[in-house]
């Protein structure tokens, strides 16, 4: 198969997307700063944190929340969409999170907060949603720009973990934070473009050449496997399918059964080694299991010593894996074509 060097991905890579997910760990640091730079009040919100945002700008709650699950104290609730849950109130602090800032729903999410008396914060490069949160007096997360929302993740993932300390949900990592980003920049290094034809990031690339990936797993695992799944789709223009262990082992494994008659689909397992030897040996026999009707099976382990580390290495494992998918199929990552159809459609009515 065709190299995966320097040139190659500049042939397709017309943005030099690369670059922007090569640079995670500089994104890790510089998020910390800009929330400190924000100086939020400790909230008095024992109801938690409810993190608004889409795609991109929403995935880093969804990371937030994986890393800080053994240590919530309080509820961390993520809204997807425009709605909040109904127990939305003043006891709740709010993050809306959109990188654009004009995004519909996050900004609906944003009126519904202030509507239900609940203290906000903001994060966004610019838009309508720091100019509104600048009419309320709502503190703003400035975020750098020129970054499509989904290579500022490190900055949506630190700037929720950070908002959730504010909150009370959990205690800050910070200091986890600043573990990971010399772990990540090391795996740049090796999982970058002037890495080895040999690396992991490459291997895998080839690996679920043409199939469509399924990626799947525990704890961290299943977090990063969702992440894995959206860059799968908007970086190489591919169908692909992220689930839950050991939830997908009470239905999904069913549908492997025939699976090879439908499509070359990939089974891909990100490991969570804190998830301990049962989860282990779940995730296995789920391997052996649908191995037969999948085209390719991995098994992944994160790279690191804490959760946060394990968890940024699956995030920059993925990105580099799918920008390769990218370059592997010839299709210039950049592009979100269909998104930007339907948000210009849905504008216009
Ligand atoms: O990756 C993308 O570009 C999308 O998933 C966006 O993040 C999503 O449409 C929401 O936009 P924004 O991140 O600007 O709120």
Redesign the pocket.
Known sequence: MAPLNRAAVTAVDSTGQVADILSLPDHLLDALWRVEAASLQPATTPGGLVIA??????VGGELARAALWPWLERPLELARGAELPAWTGPETLVLC???????EE?LAAYDAAGAAGAPRVVS?SG?ELPARARRDKVPVIPLPGGF???A?VGYSFVVALEVAAVAGAAPSLRADVEDAAPLARDLAAEWGPEGGEDSDAKRLARALHETIPVISGPGIGAAAAYRWK?QFN?NAKIPAFAAELPEAGHNEIVGWESAASFAPFSAVFLEDPDAGDRMAARVGLTAEIVGGQAHTVERVAPRGETRLQRLVSHVLLGDLVSLYAAVLRGADPIG?EP?DRL?AGLAAR
Do not use: V
């Open positions: 945002g889409m795609g991109g700008s929403g999170s959109s990188y654009s800032g004009n995004t996050t966004a838009g499509q929302p989904r500022a959206c908007e979100i998104i948000k």
